[in-house]
């Protein structure tokens, strides 16, 4: 008898399509196996302590450890929850009335506390950790009032103790690295949906300013110059009215992942809102920002994106300022932004640095 290390009640939807369901119910099936697997080695510890009731207990066990991995490969959830809750609970029961309460069979039923408390969303935890409670004290009473129905000797009762110990144990520390695979797991989920832009993946805006905060205070203190790069696709909107919405999210997630291989990697790069993109590059002069701005948009405007039911070829506009220091960084966003505006009604397809005329900028960029 071995319960399953993260036994949620029989109160779980029937078909989960998430990843963390999926992943929950694949591990289920491992408990299922593994849990077979262990009544099998209980058969021959009962068979050699001469327990035939006790063995053949632990060969139902098993087929309701493989019914419950097949109730779960048929997506009957719910049912195979109850198979292993039933195993549990009777093979407790029967176990403790045959040979004693000292042998250790009730340890199985403290394995669902924390499955029931953490595991639980629907506000049942605790009447069922109550209802629990009372099993496991009326089982107890029970068990003092019958005495053992088909006793072993006092060393044989021991052993079997000492078996259960070692199992639970081992059931404790899988059923504690499940749950905190589980909280990892989230927190990362959480973190991700916090700091990073659903669509391309990249930092948004509150992610961004965190980190610029911290290069820019790095480069206060080094003395090193930063600079902005603010670039905006070029008719975006034609895109997106003529081959849809769901091209023109591929385009920007293209555009994002071109704009990441070409800056480095202390360089932070964020989605900054509708087809903008601003990235931060730190002990970087404008001269080297400019000319990393022109490699992207000549590679850009030079090789057609494949999202759509043809290439398209497209062009980006760029507005570059210097920071500087943790102060100026709005400030700079907002003269790289005017940057961007004067590119945009230059022609677009440029590079402008904030400040620079018109001009200049097309006469940098032959």
């Not at 109850?82 to 309460?101: D, N």
């Not at 400030?331 to 009604?345: F, G, M, S, V």
């Given at each position: 008898?071995?319960?399953?290390?993260?036994?949620?009640?029989?109160?779980?939807?029937?078909?989960?399509?998430?990843?963390?369901?999926?992943?929950?119910?694949?591990?289920?099936?491992?408990?299922?196996?593994?849990?077979?697997?262990?009544?099998?080695?209980?058969?021959?510890?009962?068979?050699?302590?001469?327990?035939?009731?006790?063995?053949?207990?632990?060969?139902?066990?098993?087929?309701?450890?493989?019914?419950?991995?097949?109730?779960?490969?048929?997506?009957?959830?719910?049912?195979?929850?109850?198979?292993?809750?039933?195993?549990?609970?009777?093979?407790?029961?029967?176990?403790?009335?045959?040979?004693?309460?000292?042998?250790?069979?009730?340890?199985?039923?403290?394995?669902?506390?924390?499955?029931?408390?953490?595991?639980?969303?629907?506000?049942?935890?605790?009447?069922?950790?109550?209802?629990?409670?009372?099993?496991?004290?009326?089982?107890?009473?029970?068990?003092?009032?019958?005495?053992?129905?088909?006793?072993?000797?006092?060393?044989?009762?021991?052993?079997?103790?000492?078996?259960?110990?070692?199992?639970?144990?081992?059931?404790?520390?899988?059923?504690?690295?499940?749950?905190?695979?589980?909280?990892?797991?989230?927190?990362?989920?959480?973190?991700?949906?916090?700091?990073?832009?659903?669509?391309?993946?990249?930092?948004?805006?509150?992610?961004?300013?965190?980190?610029?905060?911290?290069?820019?205070?790095?480069?206060?203190?080094?003395?090193?110059?930063?600079?902005?790069?603010?670039?905006?696709?070029?008719?975006?909107?034609?895109?997106?009215?003529?081959?849809?919405?769901?091209?023109?999210?591929?385009?920007?997630?293209?555009?994002?992942?071109?704009?990441?291989?070409?800056?480095?990697?202390?360089?932070?790069?964020?989605?900054?809102?509708?087809?903008?993109?601003?990235?931060?590059?730190?002990?970087?002069?404008?001269?080297?920002?400019?000319?990393t701005a022109e490699r992207i948009r000549a590679a850009v405007a030079h090789a057609p994106l494949s999202v759509g039911p043809a290439p398209i070829t497209l062009t980006l506009s760029f507005g570059v300022a210097q920071v500087h220091g943790p102060d100026d960084l709005q400030a700079a966003i907002a003269r790289a932004d005017q940057a961007l505006y004067a590119a945009k009604h230059a022609g677009r397809n440029r590079v402008q640095l904030a400040g620079?005329?018109?001009?200049?900028?097309?006469?940098?960029?032959?």
């Amino acid at each position: 008898m071995t319960p399953s290390n993260a036994s949620r009640p029989p109160l779980e939807p029937q078909r989960g399509s998430s990843l963390a369901g999926k992943a929950y119910w694949a591990m289920v099936q491992r408990v299922a196996l593994t849990a077979a697997t262990i009544d099998a080695g209980y058969i021959l510890l009962f068979l050699w302590l001469g327990s035939m009731p006790l063995a053949a207990i632990n060969v139902l066990s098993i087929a309701m450890y493989l019914g419950a991995f097949r109730l779960i490969q048929k997506r009957y959830n719910t049912a195979a929850l109850a198979l292993i809750w039933l195993e549990v609970i009777g093979h407790s029961a029967l176990g403790s009335l045959l040979i004693g309460w000292e042998s250790g069979f009730h340890y199985y039923l403290l394995m669902f506390i924390p499955a029931i408390v953490i595991a639980n969303t629907r506000g049942y935890a605790t009447p069922m950790v109550l209802a629990l409670l009372a099993y496991y004290l009326g089982l107890h009473m029970l068990s003092d009032a019958v005495g053992p129905l088909d006793p072993l000797p006092v060393q044989s009762v021991k052993i079997v103790n000492w078996v259960h110990i070692c199992v639970v144990f081992a059931m404790s520390a899988a059923l504690s690295a499940f749950y905190r695979r589980t909280i990892l797991i989230a927190e990362a989920r959480l973190r991700k949906q916090a700091t990073r832009d659903p669509l391309t993946g990249l930092a948004n805006r509150s992610h961004f300013d965190a980190q610029a905060t911290e290069a820019l205070e790095r480069s206060r203190r080094s003395g090193v110059p930063v600079t902005l790069l603010l670039c905006d696709v070029d008719h975006f909107k034609r895109v997106n009215d003529q081959y849809g919405h769901a091209v023109g999210d591929q385009v920007l997630v293209a555009m994002g992942q071109v704009l990441a291989d070409n800056l480095r990697e202390g360089d932070v790069l964020a989605r900054w809102g509708g087809e903008e993109f601003l990235a931060l590059m730190p002990a970087s002069p404008l001269d080297a920002a400019r000319a990393t701005a022109e490699r992207i948009r000549a590679a850009v405007a030079h090789a057609p994106l494949s999202v759509g039911p043809a290439p398209i070829t497209l062009t980006l506009s760029f507005g570059v300022a210097q920071v500087h220091g943790p102060d100026d960084l709005q400030a700079a966003i907002a003269r790289a932004d005017q940057a961007l505006y004067a590119a945009k009604h230059a022609g677009r397809n440029r590079v402008q640095l904030a400040g620079e005329s018109a001009t200049d900028a097309v006469a940098a960029s032959a």
